[in-house]
């Protein structure tokens, strides 16, 4: 176990629908990232909270937004959904790195969402 | 603009035979790099940084900064290192955890018996 918990980890929904992913992230951590991974596009980061913050936008569409709670969770809502945001999704947590810390970024195992 | 380049998309070796995932990056300033690993399309764990030096699985990767390269290597490959390797920077490296990562599209290693 990671630390980063991602729910559900699976998802089937239809085009035209909408769907909000969860995560919360490992504890002490205040930064939460948003991935998309596809076949053909890799690793696309998403979006970057900090303490309940946006703090950067990566290649995100309009149809998907995000926010991160008091408590630290995180949620990514995906709308209008169409067959190309079938994709894994990732959420990652970070602090900041000091010197003799292993691990500054930690993942969660995803959530596969397929459009059908 | 930040940007990693990975350039092979797959490379096959030999059980035994040394690796080298090439990586390549764009960064103006001091960045931190990281080779993250990713079986069958699981979650990302972290392989190593420059930062802390260690090898881990018996990989090890060299900051080039005159190159602005960070290949992973390992000299005599196993069937289990089979699995996607990303190569990815975070910055500037005073700052990182802070700011997100960006990553090279991967380089799938597939290690034949």
């Known amino acids: 176990d990671s630390g980063v918990t991602q729910t559900p980890k699976h998802l089937i929904t239809a085009t035209g629908q909408r769907v909000t992913l969860r995560c919360s992230p490992r504890?002490?951590?205040?930064?939460v990232y948003w991935y998309q991974q596809s076949l053909d596009q890799g690793l696309q980061f998403l979006i970057h909270?900090?303490?309940?913050?946006?703090?950067a936008k990566g290649n995100i569409l309009e149809r998907f937004s995000a926010q991160q709670f008091p408590d630290l969770h995180s949620e990514l809502n995906l709308s209008s959904l169409e067959l190309g945001d079938s994709a894994l999704y990732f959420c990652?947590?970070?602090?900041?790195?000091?010197?003799?810390?292993?691990?500054?970024?930690?993942f969660g195992s995803g959530t596969r969402l397929t459009v059908v | 603009a930040q940007r990693v380049t990975q350039p092979e998309k797959l490379l096959s070796v030999f059980k035994g035979a040394p690796v080298e995932l090439k990586c390549n990056y764009s960064?103006?300033?001091?960045?931190?790099l990281f080779w993250y690993v990713q079986y069958s399309r699981q979650r990302l764990q972290l392989l190593l940084r420059?930062?802390s030096r260690e090898s881990i699985k018996g990989f090890t990767a060299d900051l080039n900064k005159g190159e602005t390269s960070f290949h992973l290597k390992k000299p005599f490959a196993q069937e289990e290192d089979s699995a996607m390797y990303y190569c990815?920077?975070?910055?500037?490296?005073?700052?990182?955890?802070?700011?997100?990562?960006?990553f090279g599209k991967g380089t799938r290693l597939s290690v034949i018996a």
């Open positions: 990652a947590s970070s602090r900041q790195i000091t010197q003799g810390m292993v691990e500054g970024y930690t």
């Open positions: 504890s002490g951590d205040l930064s």
């Open positions: 909270y900090y303490n309940g913050e946006e703090r």
């Open positions: 960064y103006s300033g001091s960045p931190e």
């Open positions: 420059h930062i």
């Open positions: 990815a920077l975070s910055g500037p490296v005073w700052n990182s955890g802070n700011t997100p990562l960006v």
